[in-house]
């Protein structure tokens, strides 16, 4: 797959630093360039009113590969033994604003299937800020707490086969690092599956945030067509019935932390993730206390195409 990827004019193609499971894409100042005016057609409100408008401008990130981009994207998600990419402009400059990045995460995930309604804001994506001072219920925003290792779409009825989180803008920021962990490198997944626990059914609700006003029951882990185990879990949202579910849980969520294999690093601002949720979690390390401290992300999340 490395070999194909190279061949894509534009595009600087390479293995992650940390790790040879995620594929790092940087998009040439060439190609940001070819993509500003088919992204000047559409304004953000056109996107979120205009359903078909978002397949418009995935096709113009598309065509410029010629075609190549939306199977790779497809055939990186798939692969067990990768699953993740990191995208982004090779440089930041004045043309690309938010705006911008909006719609090239818009173009991204559109090219891969189709995404959730995102409840929370009411939206094909929802767009947050991390800041010093924060009221909200959830660890989303809280920015001197860590963000355990967790998948997404835990709690909602909806699919979510992967997931985008892009950086938008970060200002003042110390820590907050990423960090990933591929299912099949966590040395204690065979402790965790063989308990007996493990695939019960849990209940799943969520805070007034998400603005989902049902909880859904579902086990943390099942297997592929392959018979590979996924996981759907995080840390904030089970209820467990019983003691041993509760327990369960605790052993689940140390381990999970106290893994030797997560993936640390600084995702820079512009760059997105895109990971399959089945067998990759992430979370986020504690910032570095600051009053001025500043980090906007958009998230994006949905299900593969069939065809």
Not at 121 to 136: C, P
Not at 170 to 181: A, I, K, R
Not at 188 to 211: C, M, R, V, Y
Request: glycine share 4%; proline share 4%; aromatic share 12%.
């Amino acid at each position: 797959m490395q070999e194909s990827l190279k061949n894509i004019e534009g595009f600087e193609i390479s293995f992650h630093e940390k790790s040879k499971r995620i594929i790092n894409i940087k998009i040439d100042d060439q190609i940001v360039d070819r993509l500003i005016f088919p992204f000047k057609k559409f304004n953000i409100t056109t996107l979120e009113y205009k359903p078909f408008t978002r397949f418009t401008i995935a096709k113009s990130l598309n065509d410029i590969t010629l075609g190549k981009l939306e199977g790779i994207f497809s055939s990186i998600l798939r692969n067990r033994e990768t699953g993740c990419f990191i995208i982004g402009p090779k440089n930041l400059s004045s043309k690309i604003n938010q705006n911008f990045l909006v719609k090239l995460s818009t173009a991204i995930t559109h090219l891969i299937g189709n995404p959730n309604h995102d409840a929370m804001t009411n939206k094909y994506y929802a767009r947050f800020h991390v800041k010093h001072e924060d009221n909200s219920d959830s660890y989303l925003r809280k920015a001197y707490i860590n963000m355990d290792l967790h998948t997404d779409g835990t709690y909602v009825k909806e699919k979510t086969d992967w997931l985008l989180m892009s950086k938008l803008e970060e200002e003042n920021v110390q820590g907050g690092e990423t960090y990933l962990l591929h299912l099949d490198d966590w040395e204690h997944l065979k402790d965790l599956l063989n308990d007996e626990t493990a695939k019960q059914n849990f209940i799943w609700g969520s805070p007034k945030s998400k603005n989902i006003d049902y909880k859904v029951e579902h086990p943390i882990f099942s297997e592929d067509q392959n018979g590979n185990p996924q996981i759907s879990y995080i840390d904030q949202f089970p209820e467990p019935k019983n003691m041993k579910q509760g327990l369960f849980l605790q052993k689940l969520s140390d381990s999970l932390e106290d893994s030797k294999n997560k993936i640390i690093f600084s995702l820079p601002v512009g760059s997105a993730i895109v990971a399959n949720n089945y067998f990759w979690l992430h979370g986020r390390k504690p910032f570095k206390e600051n009053k001025n401290l500043s980090r906007e992300l958009l998230r994006i999340r949905g299900s593969f195409f069939n065809n």
